[in-house]
DNA sequence: AGAATAGTGTCTGTGAGACATTATAAA
DNA sequence: TTTATAATGTCTCACAGACACTATTCT
């Protein structure tokens, strides 16, 4: 049986959110080669005496440099080969992370950036095919599900949402048809009496994930 | 900089095809500890020296245990852990692949069974969980998609591609909506002159898909 | 009062499923 | 000629988008 030869196992995370009405990824500033001091998206390896898993190894990564845990994470996609890393043959499990901007930017953190996915420089490693591959699929989440509704913090007006599941889908919605199918959703209340005011005009009621839903996706039958 | 500790890095491959008009999976008997002698995935080492990405060790694999390579073929997902492995911490990248029943049953090679995928024994490792998520992956591209044509072989009668879509989505389809999404997916084009006679009645106009399609899934804008 | 957006009611075209009819080869 | 399934035409109901109208608050 012959022994295999090293391999270099790590996660990154692709945590995205909302700001300015733009779909943003967060980027983290390396403090280690390669590429010390560069953007990249945070990462790690995993350490097999103290992770149980991958998706552990995801939850520690987080912490130790956003120091939140994120209300979505999924794993994405592996990325793998002998060309991505100039350390060698390399693992990276992908993982695919949702969070309401607030959080982020009032935890400020310093070693962080925010920045729009449709205006991202080139990334070392295949940073930049991860992020694509992230954007592709809430992309594809956002079109029948409940998804989004984690870029949205706690409570929210009902044309926000509609905001950022445009921003996720990269196209206008109609309204009436996407208030139709939050409902059938049927994943949001309304906040009684909260309402919010943005202008000389009629406020907007506010409305909340039930909390039966708070740790689940919903999905449409048909989507928007 | 902290050395990482050793992680036993693999492929699994979950290679799908319709038996008896049934969704079924190829088991490959192990041929080294652990679980040696056991039916489990067909599955290998990573070689870091010989394997460009785990793409590459996919197929390498592939021809190694059953000797073809499939028409369709795409990374799964990725399960990881210090529990899912006698020898300890571990990465299965698993993959997915479709092939033509008839391409294996024809080939003959001894150590590969295929079974129902929802006949299963306890497999070792982790596999019924691999095999499970490939089973909702093909669940769910198929209600969109051309990817069950993968499983049809060259060519093949509108009411068997039907037989086919039913398999992979566990339940019956509507003849008439069927063969509308087939028209409106575009991939596929009659063979002129041929039919296939099963009884005694009229027989069926055979299908292939169109070249241009060959490599490539058509997904449908609102499902089947 | 006017402006501007929130929120809702109604209409219509598209499309999916139900049903029915025709087509065709084997027995 | 019967039988069984292939293949297609037609009807109807549901739903998505278009449009129009009402509601409400700030200026």
Redesign the pocket.
Known sequence: MDIPQPIISTVDIVLLLIKDERLCVTLSKRDKDPYENQEALPGGYIHAEEDRDCLDAAVRILRQKTGLLPPYLEQLKTFTGAARDPRGWSISVAYFALVDADLILSSANPGLTICPVDALRRLPFDHNEIIAAAVDRIRNKSQYSSLPCYLAGETF????LQKIYEACLGEA?????????MD?LGVLEAVPGQ?E?????????MYRLKSEFKNQLKL?????
Chains 1, 2 share one sequence.
């Open positions: 007006s009902l044309p926000r919605l109609h309204k009436v048809s996407f208030r139709r199918k059938e309402t005011s943005a202008g000389a005009h009629r406020p907007a009621q449409l039958v048909r989507g928007l």
